[in-house]
């Protein structure tokens, strides 16, 4: 299993932006779907954004619809990289943000977490 690295965190006002990125630690045999979650302070991770395999499919949760851009840059098979380009950031994007890899397309917290084991996170705060 090769782990997944999360960057791009912070402090943001409210109204601000952030661009958050995923990248395998190492080398991986195939492409996988990717997607973002996150988990705020006393509540259940949550579905953000996925992308498909191939970045043609895309799919976002409710909340940040028009907000929030998931995207890949995958250089070839052995790399999964994704981005999650967040804008007009709200006090209730307040959480810890992850991200994971699944065989195929899914907006299930279930599907993923077993190809690569779950990381550190990434925390976004948005206050004035």
């Known amino acids: 299993q090769v782990p997944l690295v999360e960057s791009g965190g912070g402090l943001v006002q409210p109204g601000g932006s952030l661009r958050l990125s995923c990248v395998t630690s190492?080398?991986?045999?195939?492409?996988?779907?990717m997607a973002w979650f996150r988990q705020a302070p006393g509540k259940e991770r949550e579905f953000v954004a996925a992308?498909?395999?191939?970045?043609?499919?895309?799919?976002?949760?409710d909340s940040v619809e028009g907000r929030f851009t998931i995207s890949r840059d995958d250089v070839d098979d052995a790399e999964n990289t994704a981005y999650l380009q967040m804008t007009n950031l709200q006090p209730e994007d307040t959480a810890v943000y992850y991200c994971?890899?699944?065989?195929?397309?899914?907006?299930?917290?279930?599907?993923?977490?077993?190809?690569?084991?779950w990381g550190q996170g990434t925390q976004v705060t948005v206050s004035s």
């Open positions: 994971n890899a699944a065989t195929f397309f899914s907006t299930y917290e279930s599907d993923y977490g077993t190809l690569i084991p």
């Open positions: 190492g080398r991986t045999d195939k492409r996988y779907g």
């Open positions: 992308i498909s395999r191939s970045g043609s499919a895309t799919r976002y949760a």
